[in-house]
Protein backbone atom coordinates (compact mmCIF):
# COMPACT_ATOMS: atom_id res chain seq x y z
CA UNK A 1 0.00 0.00 0.00
CA UNK A 2 2.93 2.16 1.07
CA UNK A 3 4.73 2.05 -2.29
CA UNK A 4 1.46 2.30 -4.52
CA UNK A 5 1.36 5.73 -2.60
CA UNK A 6 4.39 6.61 -2.96
CA UNK A 7 4.04 6.31 -6.98
CA UNK A 8 0.43 7.75 -7.19
CA UNK A 9 2.62 10.59 -5.29
CA UNK A 10 5.08 10.99 -7.99
CA UNK A 11 1.90 10.19 -10.64
CA UNK A 12 0.96 13.35 -9.43
CA UNK A 13 3.84 15.45 -9.38
CA UNK A 14 4.08 14.55 -13.13
CA UNK A 15 0.66 15.17 -14.09
CA UNK A 16 -0.22 17.99 -12.03
CA UNK A 17 4.09 17.57 -12.38
CA UNK A 18 17.59 30.25 -21.47
CA UNK A 19 17.01 28.41 -24.35
CA UNK A 20 17.90 31.69 -26.64
CA UNK A 21 17.16 29.28 -29.92
CA UNK A 22 16.37 32.25 -32.97
CA UNK A 23 12.61 31.75 -33.97
CA UNK A 24 13.03 31.33 -37.95
CA UNK A 25 10.77 34.38 -39.36
CA UNK A 26 10.66 33.61 -42.84
CA UNK A 27 8.71 30.24 -42.94
CA UNK A 28 6.70 32.03 -45.71
CA UNK A 29 9.79 31.61 -47.52
CA UNK A 30 9.92 28.26 -47.52
CA UNK A 31 11.01 26.15 -50.87
CA UNK A 32 8.34 24.34 -52.36
CA UNK A 33 8.00 20.71 -53.26
CA UNK A 34 5.60 18.43 -55.07
CA UNK A 35 4.88 14.84 -54.50
CA UNK A 36 4.64 12.50 -57.56
CA UNK A 37 3.66 8.79 -56.88
CA UNK A 38 4.28 5.84 -59.34
CA UNK A 39 0.74 3.89 -60.99
CA UNK A 40 2.81 0.70 -59.85
CA UNK A 41 2.74 1.56 -56.27
CA UNK A 42 0.87 -0.15 -53.82
CA UNK A 43 -2.64 1.48 -53.16
CA UNK A 44 -4.80 0.77 -50.18
CA UNK A 45 -4.35 2.05 -47.02
CA UNK A 46 -0.54 1.12 -46.37
CA UNK A 47 -0.65 3.38 -50.02
CA UNK A 48 -2.51 6.23 -48.84
CA UNK A 49 -0.98 6.59 -44.94
CA UNK A 50 2.34 6.60 -47.07
CA UNK A 51 1.87 9.53 -49.08
CA UNK A 52 0.09 11.56 -45.66
CA UNK A 53 3.08 10.51 -43.66
CA UNK A 54 5.80 12.46 -46.52
CA UNK A 55 3.70 15.50 -46.73
CA UNK A 56 3.40 14.87 -43.06
CA UNK A 57 6.98 14.61 -42.04
CA UNK A 58 7.77 17.71 -44.86
CA UNK A 59 5.78 20.14 -42.86
CA UNK A 60 7.01 18.47 -39.44
CA UNK A 61 10.87 19.76 -40.83
CA UNK A 62 9.93 23.56 -40.97
CA UNK A 63 12.40 23.16 -44.03
CA UNK A 64 9.43 22.96 -47.15
CA UNK A 65 6.21 23.81 -48.24
CA UNK A 66 4.62 20.79 -49.23
CA UNK A 67 1.85 20.98 -52.09
CA UNK A 68 -1.24 19.51 -50.98
CA UNK A 69 -2.01 17.34 -53.52
CA UNK A 70 -0.57 14.05 -54.63
CA UNK A 71 0.03 13.52 -58.30
CA UNK A 72 0.74 10.19 -60.55
CA UNK A 73 4.13 9.98 -62.92
CA UNK A 74 5.99 6.91 -63.59
CA UNK A 75 9.57 7.64 -62.07
CA UNK A 76 11.22 8.00 -65.22
CA UNK A 77 8.14 10.52 -66.86
CA UNK A 78 9.55 13.87 -67.52
CA UNK A 79 8.90 16.08 -65.37
CA UNK A 80 6.45 18.68 -65.94
CA UNK A 81 7.76 22.16 -66.23
CA UNK A 82 4.84 24.03 -66.51
CA UNK A 83 3.04 22.42 -63.76
CA UNK A 84 5.93 23.00 -61.34
CA UNK A 85 7.25 26.72 -62.80
CA UNK A 86 6.98 27.81 -59.00
CA UNK A 87 8.49 24.80 -57.29
CA UNK A 88 11.79 23.95 -56.05
CA UNK A 89 11.75 20.08 -55.76
CA UNK A 90 10.30 17.29 -56.92
CA UNK A 91 9.63 14.36 -54.96
CA UNK A 92 9.09 11.20 -57.24
CA UNK A 93 8.24 7.33 -55.10
CA UNK A 94 7.48 3.70 -56.23
CA UNK A 95 6.19 2.02 -53.02
CA UNK A 96 6.05 -1.92 -53.61
CA UNK A 97 6.76 -5.89 -52.58
CA UNK A 98 9.70 -7.47 -54.01
CA UNK A 99 10.34 -11.19 -55.33
CA UNK A 100 10.87 -12.14 -51.61
CA UNK A 101 7.94 -10.09 -49.61
CA UNK A 102 9.73 -7.33 -48.25
CA UNK A 103 8.13 -3.86 -48.67
CA UNK A 104 10.22 -1.76 -51.09
CA UNK A 105 10.66 2.33 -52.32
CA UNK A 106 12.63 3.41 -54.80
CA UNK A 107 12.76 7.35 -54.76
CA UNK A 108 14.22 10.29 -56.30
CA UNK A 109 14.56 13.86 -56.00
CA UNK A 110 14.84 16.21 -58.45
CA UNK A 111 15.80 20.22 -58.58
CA UNK A 112 13.38 21.33 -60.77
CA UNK A 113 15.75 24.38 -62.16
CA UNK A 114 18.19 22.24 -62.89
CA UNK A 115 16.35 18.89 -63.80
CA UNK A 116 19.26 17.19 -61.84
CA UNK A 117 18.56 14.35 -59.42
CA UNK A 118 19.37 15.67 -55.75
CA UNK A 119 18.74 12.35 -54.30
CA UNK A 120 17.88 7.99 -56.04
CA UNK A 121 17.79 5.94 -52.90
CA UNK A 122 16.07 2.19 -52.81
CA UNK A 123 14.88 1.51 -49.16
CA UNK A 124 13.88 -2.27 -48.10
CA UNK A 125 11.96 -3.68 -45.01
CA UNK A 126 10.89 -7.31 -44.28
CA UNK A 127 8.71 -6.13 -41.51
CA UNK A 128 5.92 -3.95 -43.78
CA UNK A 129 4.06 -3.08 -40.78
CA UNK A 130 7.41 -0.52 -40.47
CA UNK A 131 6.70 1.38 -43.16
CA UNK A 132 6.02 4.66 -41.93
CA UNK A 133 10.07 4.04 -41.56
CA UNK A 134 10.87 4.47 -44.63
CA UNK A 135 8.83 7.34 -45.19
CA UNK A 136 10.40 9.36 -42.14
CA UNK A 137 13.81 7.70 -43.59
CA UNK A 138 13.04 9.28 -47.24
CA UNK A 139 12.42 12.70 -45.68
CA UNK A 140 15.59 12.65 -43.38
CA UNK A 141 17.55 11.59 -46.31
CA UNK A 142 16.08 14.55 -48.46
CA UNK A 143 17.27 16.83 -45.59
CA UNK A 144 20.65 15.83 -45.30
CA UNK A 145 20.95 16.05 -49.37
CA UNK A 146 20.12 19.20 -49.01
CA UNK A 147 21.98 20.33 -45.62
CA UNK A 148 19.39 21.88 -43.84
CA UNK A 149 18.87 21.53 -40.02
CA UNK A 150 19.55 18.21 -38.78
CA UNK A 151 15.83 16.34 -38.75
CA UNK A 152 17.06 12.97 -37.07
CA UNK A 153 14.09 12.83 -34.73
CA UNK A 154 11.96 11.86 -37.39
CA UNK A 155 13.59 8.44 -37.83
CA UNK A 156 13.95 7.92 -34.07
CA UNK A 157 11.92 5.57 -32.18
CA UNK A 158 9.48 6.30 -29.45
CA UNK A 159 9.11 4.18 -26.56
CA UNK A 160 5.76 4.99 -24.14
CA UNK A 161 3.96 3.05 -21.54
CA UNK A 162 0.01 2.49 -22.33
CA UNK A 163 -2.70 1.64 -20.01
CA UNK A 164 -5.02 -0.89 -21.00
CA UNK A 165 -6.99 -1.23 -18.48
CA UNK A 166 -6.68 -1.63 -13.80
CA UNK A 167 -3.08 -1.87 -12.96
CA UNK A 168 -2.25 -2.92 -16.37
CA UNK A 169 0.35 -0.90 -18.62
CA UNK A 170 1.92 -2.36 -21.56
CA UNK A 171 5.19 -0.87 -23.32
CA UNK A 172 5.20 0.02 -26.70
CA UNK A 173 7.40 1.16 -29.15
CA UNK A 174 6.39 3.28 -32.15
CA UNK A 175 7.64 6.18 -34.70
CA UNK A 176 6.34 9.69 -33.63
CA UNK A 177 3.17 9.99 -35.66
CA UNK A 178 1.85 6.56 -33.67
CA UNK A 179 1.26 5.28 -37.25
CA UNK A 180 3.58 1.98 -36.26
CA UNK A 181 2.91 0.55 -33.11
CA UNK A 182 4.34 -2.62 -31.24
CA UNK A 183 3.72 -3.94 -28.34
CA UNK A 184 6.95 -5.09 -26.81
CA UNK A 185 6.22 -5.91 -23.12
CA UNK A 186 2.69 -7.22 -22.18
CA UNK A 187 0.94 -8.42 -18.85
CA UNK A 188 1.02 -6.52 -15.39
CA UNK A 189 1.88 -2.94 -14.92
CA UNK A 190 4.79 -2.00 -16.62
CA UNK A 191 5.65 1.48 -16.12
CA UNK A 192 8.62 4.64 -17.14
CA UNK A 193 10.07 3.25 -20.00
CA UNK A 194 13.92 5.39 -20.26
CA UNK A 195 16.06 4.19 -23.61
CA UNK A 196 19.41 3.00 -22.48
CA UNK A 197 21.71 4.65 -25.44
CA UNK A 198 21.31 6.70 -28.08
CA UNK A 199 21.39 3.85 -30.38
CA UNK A 200 17.73 2.84 -28.69
CA UNK A 201 19.34 -0.58 -28.56
CA UNK A 202 18.21 -1.68 -25.23
CA UNK A 203 15.49 0.23 -22.80
CA UNK A 204 15.06 0.07 -19.03
CA UNK A 205 11.52 -0.23 -17.04
CA UNK A 206 10.02 -0.52 -14.03
CA UNK A 207 7.76 -3.77 -13.18
CA UNK A 208 5.47 -2.52 -10.73
CA UNK A 209 3.98 -6.35 -10.07
CA UNK A 210 4.80 -7.04 -6.55
CA UNK A 211 8.11 -5.75 -5.51
CA UNK A 212 8.83 -3.05 -8.05
CA UNK A 213 11.45 -3.90 -10.33
CA UNK A 214 13.89 -2.48 -12.67
CA UNK A 215 14.80 -4.61 -15.95
CA UNK A 216 17.06 -3.80 -18.85
CA UNK A 217 15.63 -5.21 -22.06
CA UNK A 218 18.00 -5.30 -25.16
CA UNK A 219 15.65 -5.09 -27.99
CA UNK A 220 17.60 -6.77 -30.66
CA UNK A 221 18.79 -10.02 -28.77
CA UNK A 222 15.04 -10.25 -26.79
CA UNK A 223 17.00 -10.56 -23.21
CA UNK A 224 15.77 -9.08 -20.13
CA UNK A 225 17.65 -8.27 -17.66
CA UNK A 226 16.64 -7.43 -13.63
CA UNK A 227 18.82 -4.43 -12.45
CA UNK A 228 17.52 -4.19 -8.54
CA UNK A 229 14.31 -3.83 -6.73
CA UNK A 230 13.51 -2.42 -4.16
CA UNK A 231 10.56 -1.48 -1.32
CA UNK A 232 8.18 2.10 -2.27
CA UNK A 233 8.82 2.37 -5.61
CA UNK A 234 11.69 2.58 -8.17
CA UNK A 235 12.22 4.32 -11.38
CA UNK A 236 15.00 4.94 -13.81
CA UNK A 237 14.82 8.76 -14.85
CA UNK A 238 17.96 9.49 -17.01
CA UNK A 239 20.71 7.79 -18.31
CA UNK A 240 24.43 9.37 -18.06
CA UNK A 241 26.27 10.20 -21.46
CA UNK A 242 28.37 7.37 -21.54
CA UNK A 243 25.37 4.78 -20.59
CA UNK A 244 27.24 3.65 -17.09
CA UNK A 245 25.21 5.28 -14.17
CA UNK A 246 21.51 5.88 -13.79
CA UNK A 247 19.31 8.28 -11.79
CA UNK A 248 16.48 6.40 -9.91
CA UNK A 249 13.77 7.60 -7.62
CA UNK A 250 13.97 5.24 -4.99
CA UNK A 251 11.91 5.05 -1.61
CA UNK A 252 14.08 2.64 0.77
CA UNK A 253 12.45 4.73 3.64
CA UNK A 254 9.00 5.57 2.55
CA UNK A 255 9.86 9.28 1.22
CA UNK A 256 11.58 9.42 -2.44
CA UNK A 257 14.68 10.42 -2.91
CA UNK A 258 16.69 10.38 -6.29
CA UNK A 259 20.12 8.15 -6.33
CA UNK A 260 22.79 7.20 -8.72
CA UNK A 261 22.84 3.97 -10.01
CA UNK A 262 26.47 2.78 -11.58
CA UNK A 263 26.06 -0.44 -13.76
CA UNK A 264 29.78 -1.54 -14.05
CA UNK A 265 30.11 -1.40 -10.31
CA UNK A 266 26.82 -2.03 -8.80
CA UNK A 267 27.27 0.95 -6.13
CA UNK A 268 24.32 2.50 -5.27
CA UNK A 269 25.07 6.21 -4.50
CA UNK A 270 22.53 8.59 -2.44
CA UNK A 271 22.08 12.33 -4.32
CA UNK A 272 19.54 13.80 -2.35
CA UNK A 273 18.58 13.39 1.41
CA UNK A 274 15.23 15.56 2.12
CA UNK A 275 12.37 14.31 4.27
CA UNK A 276 9.70 15.24 1.79
CA UNK A 277 9.67 14.28 -2.13
CA UNK A 278 12.43 14.13 -4.18
CA UNK A 279 11.69 12.63 -7.90
CA UNK A 280 12.61 12.92 -11.53
CA UNK A 281 16.25 13.44 -11.44
CA UNK A 282 18.00 14.46 -14.58
CA UNK A 283 21.69 14.66 -15.21
CA UNK A 284 22.85 18.48 -16.25
CA UNK A 285 26.16 19.76 -17.49
CA UNK A 286 28.06 17.08 -18.67
CA UNK A 287 26.73 14.90 -15.70
CA UNK A 288 27.77 16.94 -12.99
CA UNK A 289 24.82 18.00 -11.63
CA UNK A 290 21.28 16.79 -11.31
CA UNK A 291 17.75 18.54 -11.78
CA UNK A 292 15.13 17.43 -10.26
CA UNK A 293 11.55 17.84 -8.84
CA UNK A 294 10.84 18.68 -5.04
CA UNK A 295 8.25 19.61 -2.88
CA UNK A 296 10.17 21.79 -0.48
CA UNK A 297 8.26 24.68 -1.10
CA UNK A 298 4.80 23.10 -0.31
CA UNK A 299 4.52 22.31 -3.95
CA UNK A 300 6.05 20.73 -7.01
CA UNK A 301 8.65 23.24 -7.83
CA UNK A 302 12.45 22.38 -9.69
CA UNK A 303 15.80 22.21 -7.88
CA UNK A 304 19.32 21.66 -8.82
CA UNK A 305 22.46 20.06 -6.86
CA UNK A 306 25.85 19.19 -7.81
CA UNK A 307 26.26 15.18 -6.81
CA UNK A 308 28.28 14.87 -3.67
CA UNK A 309 27.37 18.22 -2.35
CA UNK A 310 24.75 19.60 0.05
CA UNK A 311 23.71 22.60 -1.35
CA UNK A 312 20.40 22.82 -3.21
CA UNK A 313 19.66 25.98 -5.81
CA UNK A 314 16.19 26.94 -6.81
CA UNK A 315 15.85 26.40 -10.77
CA UNK A 316 12.52 27.98 -11.73
CA UNK A 317 10.23 30.69 -10.13
CA UNK A 318 7.55 30.78 -12.17
CA UNK A 319 4.60 29.27 -11.02
CA UNK A 320 3.37 27.04 -7.94
CA UNK A 321 2.92 24.05 -9.51
CA UNK A 322 6.31 22.88 -11.59
CA UNK A 323 6.37 19.60 -12.46
CA UNK A 324 7.97 16.96 -15.27
CA UNK A 325 11.10 18.11 -16.28
CA UNK A 326 13.63 16.98 -19.48
CA UNK A 327 17.18 18.48 -19.88
CA UNK A 328 19.28 18.84 -22.62
CA UNK A 329 22.64 20.49 -21.55
CA UNK A 330 21.84 22.81 -19.08
CA UNK A 331 18.26 23.42 -21.38
CA UNK A 332 15.50 22.40 -19.08
CA UNK A 333 11.58 21.67 -20.36
CA UNK A 334 9.07 21.39 -17.82
CA UNK A 335 5.35 21.19 -17.48
CA UNK A 336 3.66 23.75 -14.85
CA UNK A 337 -0.08 23.61 -13.53
CA UNK A 338 -1.07 27.00 -14.87
CA UNK A 339 -4.98 26.91 -12.87
CA UNK A 340 -6.45 25.34 -9.92
CA UNK A 341 -9.62 24.16 -10.62
CA UNK A 342 -10.15 21.28 -7.63
CA UNK A 343 -13.67 19.94 -9.60
CA UNK A 344 -12.63 19.99 -13.07
CA UNK A 345 -9.72 20.00 -15.74
CA UNK A 346 -6.44 21.89 -14.73
CA UNK A 347 -4.14 23.41 -17.86
CA UNK A 348 -0.77 22.49 -17.92
CA UNK A 349 1.44 24.04 -20.13
CA UNK A 350 5.46 23.82 -21.22
CA UNK A 351 8.31 25.98 -20.40
CA UNK A 352 11.63 26.22 -21.79
CA UNK A 353 14.58 27.77 -19.24
CA UNK A 354 18.26 27.91 -18.88
CA UNK A 355 20.57 26.95 -15.30
CA UNK A 356 22.45 29.29 -16.50
CA UNK A 357 20.21 32.38 -17.41
CA UNK A 358 16.88 33.64 -16.25
CA UNK A 359 15.23 33.22 -19.86
CA UNK A 360 11.61 31.42 -19.84
CA UNK A 361 10.24 30.40 -22.79
CA UNK A 362 6.57 29.14 -22.99
CA UNK A 363 5.73 26.27 -25.49
CA UNK A 364 2.19 25.78 -25.37
CA UNK A 365 -1.13 27.91 -25.25
CA UNK A 366 -3.97 25.66 -23.29
CA UNK A 367 -4.78 22.32 -22.56
CA UNK A 368 -2.74 19.42 -20.42
CA UNK A 369 0.72 19.42 -21.85
CA UNK A 370 2.80 17.02 -19.80
CA UNK A 371 5.90 14.77 -19.49
CA UNK A 372 8.17 16.49 -22.21
CA UNK A 373 11.02 14.90 -23.56
CA UNK A 374 14.20 16.63 -25.90
CA UNK A 375 15.14 14.75 -28.91
CA UNK A 376 18.75 13.67 -29.07
CA UNK A 377 19.44 17.20 -30.71
CA UNK A 378 17.98 19.69 -28.15
CA UNK A 379 16.11 21.02 -31.02
CA UNK A 380 12.75 19.36 -30.81
CA UNK A 381 10.43 18.38 -28.11
CA UNK A 382 8.03 15.61 -27.24
CA UNK A 383 5.33 15.57 -24.82
CA UNK A 384 1.64 13.81 -24.19
CA UNK A 385 -1.00 15.53 -24.70
CA UNK A 386 -4.38 14.92 -22.63
CA UNK A 387 -7.79 15.69 -24.29
CA UNK A 388 -10.75 14.43 -22.79
CA UNK A 389 -10.25 10.77 -22.31
CA UNK A 390 -7.65 10.38 -25.51
CA UNK A 391 -3.92 11.18 -25.51
CA UNK A 392 -1.49 11.48 -27.88
CA UNK A 393 2.19 12.62 -28.61
CA UNK A 394 2.42 16.54 -29.43
CA UNK A 395 5.54 18.02 -31.43
CA UNK A 396 7.02 20.89 -30.75
CA UNK A 397 9.98 22.27 -32.90
CA UNK A 398 11.58 25.27 -30.88
CA UNK A 399 13.47 26.97 -33.35
CA UNK A 400 10.04 27.55 -35.83
CA UNK A 401 7.40 27.64 -32.65
CA UNK A 402 5.18 24.94 -34.34
CA UNK A 403 3.68 22.27 -32.68
CA UNK A 404 1.71 19.20 -34.08
CA UNK A 405 -0.38 16.50 -32.01
CA UNK A 406 -0.58 12.67 -33.51
CA UNK A 407 -3.35 10.91 -30.98
CA UNK A 408 -3.39 7.37 -29.61
CA UNK A 409 -6.74 6.40 -30.10
CA UNK A 410 -6.87 3.09 -27.96
CA UNK A 411 -5.26 3.19 -24.47
CA UNK A 412 -3.95 6.30 -22.58
CA UNK A 413 -0.15 7.24 -22.45
CA UNK A 414 1.49 6.84 -19.12
CA UNK A 415 4.93 8.34 -19.96
CA UNK A 416 7.25 8.07 -23.06
CA UNK A 417 10.84 8.28 -23.96
CA UNK A 418 12.69 9.35 -27.38
Same mark, same amino acid.
Given at each position: ???????????????????????????????????? $??????????????????????????????????????????????????????????????????????? $?????????????????????? #?????????????????????????????????????????????????????????????????????????????????????????????????????????????????????????????????????????????????????????????????????????????????????? $?? #??????????????????? $??????????????????????????????????????????????????????????????????????????????????????
Amino acid at each position: MRSLILLVCTTLFLFASDMTLEIVKDVGNLPKIAIE $VSPGSITGKIGQKFSKLLLGDLEVTSHFDALPSVHIAELSAPIDYAKYKDTAYLLRYKLFYDDFGNLEAKA $VVYDIKTGQPLLQKLYRLRDKE #RYPFIAHKIVYDLNEALHFPDVAFLKSFVIFAKYTGPKRSDIVLSDYTLTYQKTIIHGGLNIFPKWANKEQRAFYYTDMQGRPTLYRVDIYKGIRTKILSGAGMLVCSDVSEDGSKLLLTMAPEAQPDIYEYNLYTHALRRVTRYPGIDVNGNYIEEGSRVVFVSDRLGNPTIFAKKIGSTA $VE #RIVYHGKNNSALNSYGHYI $VYSSRETDNAFGPNTFNLYLTSTTSDYIRRLTANGVNIFPRFSSDGETVLFIKEFKRQTGLGVIRLKYNKSYVFPLYTGKIQSIDW
